[in-house]
């Protein structure tokens, strides 16, 4: 282990993988980041346009995907770790953490823009 690499609970087990498993899952890292701010710009986005969508179904579903927007880096967070510790263990690597969460979030949200068009 190199002095000083964060996260010590990462990198204090095992062998160092092959770089490129590595730079593949900080690659995954960071496009849960992009989702991330996607997501918060949706929310925004649903507040800040003027869309035909009822008011009341429009605030919840920009809350909804704002809230979403706050899991994914956390969901990026731990599965980063996960991920880089089972092959530093070679280990068989984890299921995802909160895809399920994001997963039924996202769902529930378009559904609430479909209602609030139509209701």
Known sequence: MSPGRFPKSVYGLG??????????NERTF?????????LIAA?????????PIREDFRLYTAGLFIALGIVAPV????SWMRTERSMRQNRALPAPALSGVLMVGVVIAGALIAAGMFL
Request: hydrophobic content about 55%; overall charge negative; proline content about 6%.
């Open 75 to 78: 969901h990026a967070w731990i």
């Open 30 to 38: 960071l496009a849960w980041i992009r989702t991330s701010l996607a």
């Open 43 to 51: 929310g925004v986005a649903l507040e800040a346009l003027e869309l």
């Open 15 to 24: 062998d160092e993988p092959d770089p490129r498993f590595s730079l593949a």
